[in-house]
């Protein structure tokens, strides 16, 4: 019994010690997009590493006429909290909106639910991307405007620099032109 026990202890620590050897067990799709009026598919991808924690995250531009693919790197700590395509035939304009927080503001070990959440957008192909939110920006909300083609963020700039949200934060609302991509005024 006893020499049993040592050797199935030996087994798992031989186990434990070979999985620790590998730098990243897996990667993870978990969302796939059609982007519709396009070639290409949009896959957000985790890759988990040892201790089953994401090592990576990106988001996977992928041409499915060709099997090109452009990816764009997160820090390992961002959360991708949304993605949704944002196409207006009669403005022409196809773009993919994607919130994530992708900044350690307030200085803390990682990025965290208290840090600022960003919106950037990306054309169809993911080579060209443009965060229109600061990064000291902690966005609440936001929406499109369907006729005008602009979009409308709400939420607070960390007025007082302490690298926090608080009271003390002033809100503010900025319009943003997705045809001349670029941010027309600030409320």
């Known amino acids: 019994m006893k020499k049993t026990l040592t050797i199935a202890v030996a087994l798992n620590l031989l186990m434990l010690s070979s999985f620790a050897q590998v730098g990243k067990l897996f990667a993870s799709y978990n969302k796939l997009t059609e982007l519709k009026g396009t070639d290409y598919v949009l896959a957000s991808v985790e890759s988990w590493g040892k201790v089953m924690q994401a090592e990576e995250k990106r988001l996977l531009f992928i041409n499915t006429r060709n099997g090109e693919n452009k990816q764009?790197?997160?820090?390992?700590?961002?959360?991708?909290?949304?993605?949704?395509?944002l196409k207006l035939d009669t403005l022409n304009i196809n773009k993919v909106l994607v919130t994530a927080r992708t900044v350690n503001l307030n200085g803390n070990r990682s990025i965290d639910w208290y840090d600022p959440k960003q919106v950037i957008i990306f054309t169809p192909d993911g080579k060209q991307q443009t965060q229109i939110t600061n990064?000291?920006?902690?966005?609440?909300?936001?929406?499109?405007?369907?006729?005008?083609?602009?979009i409308v963020v709400a939420g607070r700039i960390d007025s007082n620099k302490n690298g926090k949200l608080d009271k003390e934060d002033q809100p503010e609302i900025f319009l943003y032109d997705l045809k001349e991509m670029k941010q027309l005024v600030k409320q």
Do not use: H, M
């Open 135 to 150: 990064n000291d920006f902690f966005v609440n909300n936001w929406t499109l405007n369907r006729q005008t083609g602009v």
């Open 72 to 85: 764009i790197e997160f820090p390992k700590d961002a959360y991708i909290e949304g993605i949704e395509q």
